[in-house]
């Protein structure tokens, strides 16, 4: 006859012990998830650090780069200062000789004023004109009256004026302008006239010493390349092309005089 097993049933102690041995592999697993995790966060920490690392390396780099460049500039800098300072030095030296080269000159200029104005002269005083020069206050004019072969253009006689340190004459007021006229253009011949200092600049009537003509009476249309004649016949100034030959009329300011 055959005999019937009971089935297993555990006992209380070897629950005990499988819950155990659960409990110690739990918190072997538990464990190693901790150690994974604090693992992985270190992991991520080193990865962070190479990063920023990385991005300090290539910082770095870039500032070395800047500084790199920074010195070639403050050497380019300097450079340009010892250019300057050598260039100011050299204009210090060219003024320093433009200095003793103008008090020279008014010296000589001094020295000249004297024999021009009052060597020579029968009553051995001073003349407010040189000799050759005519007076008109506050004026002296002179007469270029050569024979035709020897007539100049507008620019070859202002040349000549300011060889004789003047300029062409110039007439400010109706009073200058009738010592033009009245007193020194009788001398021409017919109605070659006189040059005077008055052309046409930028479509404007100008005086050489850069004003403009305020004279209403000269009506003359301001085309460039014409410069002004002073004519008796025709009792005021002429246009005609500053290319032309003609006799021309010098002004300075006279030699003031004091007794």
Same mark, same amino acid.
């Given at each position: %006859? =055959?005999?019937?097993? $009971?089935?297993? &049933?555990?006992?209380?102690?070897?629950?005990?012990?499988?819950?155990?041995?659960?409990?110690?592999?739990?918190?072997?697993?538990?464990?190693?998830?901790?150690?994974?995790?604090?693992?992985?966060?270190?992991?991520?920490?080193?990865?962070?650090?190479?990063?920023?690392?990385?991005?300090?390396?290539?910082?770095?780099?870039?500032?070395? &780069?800047?500084?790199?460049?920074?010195?070639?500039?403050?050497?380019?800098?300097?450079t340009r200062i010892q250019?300057?300072?050598? !260039?100011?030095?050299?204009?210090?030296?060219?003024?320093?000789? %433009?200095?003793?080269? !103008?008090?020279?000159?008014?010296?000589?200029?001094?020295?000249?004023?004297?024999?021009?104005?009052?060597?020579?002269?029968?009553?051995?005083?001073?003349? #407010? =004109?040189?000799?050759?020069?005519?007076?008109?206050? /506050?004026?002296?004019?002179?007469?270029?009256? #050569?024979?035709?072969?020897?007539?100049?253009?507008?620019?070859?006689?202002?040349?000549?004026?300011?060889?004789?340190?003047?300029?062409?004459?110039?007439?400010?007021?109706?009073?200058? $302008?009738?010592?033009?006229?009245?007193?020194?253009? /009788?001398?021409? &011949?017919?109605?070659?006239?006189?040059?005077?200092?008055?052309?046409?600049?930028?479509?404007?009537?100008?005086?050489?010493?850069?004003?403009?003509?305020?004279?209403?009476?000269f009506n003359a249309d #301001?085309?460039?390349?014409?410069?002004?004649?002073?004519?008796?016949?025709?009792?005021?100034w002429v246009s005609v092309? =500053?290319?032309?030959?003609?006799?021309?009329?010098?002004?300075?300011?006279?030699?003031?005089?004091?007794?």
């Amino acid at each position: %006859m =055959c005999q019937r097993h $009971k089935p297993y &049933s555990p006992t209380p102690s070897s629950v005990s012990v499988v819950t155990s041995e659960l409990s110690e592999d739990n918190a072997k697993q538990t464990a190693e998830i901790l150690n994974l995790t604090s693992r992985i966060q270190e992991l991520e920490a080193r990865e962070n650090l190479t990063v920023q690392y990385d991005n300090l390396k290539q910082a770095y780099t870039v500032s070395e &780069s800047n500084n790199t460049n920074l010195s070639a500039d403050v050497q380019e800098l300097k450079t340009r200062i010892q250019v300057l300072e050598a !260039w100011e030095k050299n204009l210090k030296r060219q003024i320093q000789s %433009m200095e003793t080269n !103008w008090n020279e000159f008014n010296i000589s200029r001094a020295q000249w004023s004297i024999d021009s104005y009052c060597l020579g002269n029968t009553d051995d005083k001073c003349q #407010p =004109c040189q000799f050759g020069w005519g007076l008109s206050q /506050p004026s002296c004019y002179a007469i270029n009256d #050569p024979p035709s072969p020897r007539w100049k253009t507008w620019e070859e006689a202002r040349e000549d004026c300011k060889g004789e340190n003047s300029d062409l004459a110039i007439a400010h007021t109706p009073a200058e $302008k009738n010592d033009i006229i009245d007193k020194y253009s /009788p001398f021409s &011949s017919g109605t070659n006239g006189y040059w005077i200092g008055l052309r046409v600049e930028d479509g404007e009537w100008k005086w050489v010493d850069g004003s403009d003509l305020t004279d209403s009476s000269f009506n003359a249309d #301001p085309v460039n390349g014409r410069c002004a004649i002073s004519v008796l016949r025709e009792n005021n100034w002429v246009s005609v092309s =500053c290319g032309d030959h003609k006799q021309w009329i010098c002004q300075k300011k006279a030699l003031s005089l004091t007794v």
